[in-house]
């Protein structure tokens, strides 16, 4: 998983990424794509490849290449229990806010009671 996680730290390696998320695409697009020079995109599709994100297809002339979807699993996985952590704590959260939102109102209500009373409104 270190190696996927340093492979995607790189931003331009990350838009590859993102761009085969929706499709495979050959060398020459993904260098339209992104305005980068060939060799540049090679290499970066090099450590792509090494960490076992992608993988190349020949076809004709071109060599095409797509996302491996076993190293974004283990990633997603890995990822997992700090998911449900700030889940958990959100949950938290939103209970929190409700009860502050509710003592807000129940002063609001208080407030106007009074105001109430100060006029001749009140009962």
């Known amino acids: 998983m270190q190696a996927t996680l340093s492979a995607l730290a790189e931003p331009n390696r990350l838009q590859i990424v993102e761009l085969l998320r929706r499709k495979p695409r050959g060398v020459g697009e993904i260098v339209d794509r992104l305005g980068l020079r060939q060799p540049q995109v090679s290499k970066h599709l090099r ?3 090494d960490a076992g994100l992608v993988e190349v297809h020949p076809v004709a002339q071109q060599r095409i290449y797509s996302l491996r979807a076993q190293p974004l699993k283990e990633l997603d996985a890995w990822l997992e229990p700090y998911r449900r952590t700030w889940d958990d704590r959100f949950d ?4 929190v806010l409700r009860d502050l939102k509710g003592k807000d109102k129940d002063k609001d209500k208080d407030k106007d009671k009074d105001k109430d009373k100060r006029d001749g409104h009140g009962t």
């Open 47 to 49: 450590v792509l490849s």
């Open 92 to 95: 938290r959260l939103d209970g």
